[in-house]
DNA sequence: GCCTCATATGAAACCGATTTCAAAATTATT
DNA sequence: AATAATTTTGAAATCGGTTTCATATGAGGC
């Protein structure tokens, strides 16, 4: 920058400003210096700039790799999210910085605050670790987290109407007669809970005698899906007519099993998955299933965020979340 | 800092030094400033750091969203890849710059060089920015390219073993005795082109009156391919028996397309994907395809950089790439 | 012509670390 | 015990910007 100064015959404080489009620089010499820097190439110092501003314009994203155990990362919606997520952000004019698997305590987190790594974080996926993220949002971090709304949580939450979600869900298989609906998903996750709730919801006002089975789902992935279902249905008395899985990938898997037992969906069953994710779409048959907008997601994260940092205290808030209608 | 060194006694440099574990400071002392620093949660200020050093320890990953048209960032490969970038530069304790949509251009790129935001670069997808990426490379940006190898250019890439891909896809269908084989893809894409010529040799060298049919599909998304596959089988007058396209996600489709117009797969055609996308094992039937190991694409383009931004030129590389057999 | 006020500019201090260089403290050598 | 060699330590300069504060300039009012 001094280099520029000279270059433009002004000061550095002059170039400084006139770069900053402050008020306090005359227009002529502001359009001197910029067409100078400009002609050099110049781009200011980031790591100078956020030393002074203590404010680094930077959003710290956490995907909970880890929470997909078996197969790691591969659920697709988590990229939409992660997409939307970079969108917001970059029309905000807000770095990116992605943490690392490994990096996803709080302790990291709190360290990337401290040396002002960056402003805010935004959590997708809030998993198992509520505890540790109440703790964080304790000390005055300023986070966003893609989950389920819980009413005692201290910090701002973001997500699908997981209740709502259920009870479309629910209302889709009622629409259809089922009377023997399985919920499939680990409910120690809370959006996964008030799904069954809100399916829940519509069984209990059906009034109908309909009853729910549960399949308490510990592992993620394709597989051990395949495998929880083949096990049910070698266990079970009576089939069930329809399914609600917790996510696509998972109901793939259980329609493949009922298929490979000798079950038709969607004659005899009816199957709802959850996400929409792009191979939903494709799959024979293709999955009825609840979609949430990625993009919207992303905006909202972002927003909350930014309103956080500046000092305010948004409130949580829900996506659009709409039932698919497909063929299973 | 300042504070740690008052609270501890010692000056501002001994804190420094006592923190970056230099020899020069005394163990005693040192342990005394570790602990006093620990017991009051501080973190050095990255940004200070960075101003002096001249490093930021940082790497931007660009992801080249925009290739995607229909499909945006859809395609789950793109992100397992990015996944093994992430692991692999956490792995290294260099941060992860990831870099929105639209700052995909070769200017944004040097900005944030030139800004100090970043030590390098990590392209994912070379897309159509050869040129730009040529420039780019030029100014002598420390940059790694995730795509195909090409003699000519001055960048390093890292990809697939693309020709090797074509060559396993086409004794695949050597083995299963196919003639008329067909090819989908975009051949304006370099690693698509490669493919194709892989293809092209095995047909070569089996020198028993196989022909190879194109269709050159220049729109991403699973819609465009099966209305490709569809628009094909109603202009075309002997069908194919072999069909090898540029990801799963558009074998997909095509099988799909020739199911809908009653040809059966894999009995009347066999069909080769590329990437192995999760939803490949699982599709009706299971997708015949070529895999490639992204943690290993991710530990190789990291470790790549790190030696550009040491100065070094190590040369490009090409990833494990094998035949993942299945039903198509 | 003198005074006030607004506008434009620059000198110096500062953000929070690291590095250079000189000085102090310790240890080894004779 | 005196000197040389080696460790340790700290004062001051530095990285590249921004901000405060004082000053210079020119316009407008009387």
Redesign the interface.
């Known amino acids: 920058m001094a280099d520029i100064a000279k270059l433009a015959n002004v000061s550095k404080p002059t170039v400084s400003r006139a770069l900053s489009n402050s008020p306090l620089v005359n227009r002529a010499t502001r359009n001197h210096v910029l067409s100078v820097a400009n002609a050099h ?8 700039q ?2 002074r501003h203590k404010r ?1 314009n930077t959003v710290a ?1 956490s995907l909970d ?1 880890h929470s997909h155990r078996q ?4 659920d ?1 919606f988590m ?2 999210l ?2 939307g997520v ?2 917001a ?3 905000r004019n807000q ?4 943490c ?4 996803n305590d709080g302790v990291a987190f ?2 990337i605050l ?4 960056a402003d805010g974080f935004i959590i997708l996926g809030q998993g198992h670790r509520e505890d540790m993220l109440h703790e964080f949002a304790a000390t005055g971090a300023p986070v966003v987290v893609w989950g389920a709304a819980d009413e005692d949580a201290n910090y701002c939450v973001v997500g699908s109407d997981n209740y709502l979600g259920g009870q479309l869900a629910g209302r889709y298989f009622c629409d259809k007669g089922r009377r023997r609906w399985l919920f499939v998903g680990d409910t120690s996750f809370r959006e996964f809970r008030q799904r069954r709730e809100g399916l829940q919801n519509v069984c209990d006002e059906a009034d109908d005698g309909i009853v729910i089975d549960d399949i308490e789902l510990h592992s993620f992935g ?1 597989d051990s899906a395949y495998d929880a279902a083949s096990h049910y249905l070698d266990v079970i008395e009576t089939n069930p007519d329809a399914v609600f899985s917790y996510n696509d ?1 998972s109901a ?2 259980f329609i ?1 099993a009922f298929r490979d037992a000798g079950i038709d969906v969607p004659g005899d069953v009816s199957v709802v998955g959850y996400n929409d994710i ?2 939903a ?4 048959p293709p999955i009825t299933t609840i979609r949430q907008d990625t993009h919207q997601a992303g905006r909202v994260l972002a927003a909350k965020l930014m309103r956080i940092i500046d000092g305010e205290t948004p409130r949580s808030a829900l996506i659009k979340t709409e039932l698919i209608l497909r063929e299973s």
């Open positions: 190439g110049y781009a200011v110092n980031r790591n100078a956020k030393l680094t994203v790799f197969n790691h990362i591969s697709p990229f939409d992660l997409a970079s969108e952000l970059g029309d770095d990116l910085l992605l690392a698997p490994n990096h709190n360290q401290n040396s002002r790594g394709y990938t793939m898997a493949s792009p191979s779409e494709y799959f024979s």
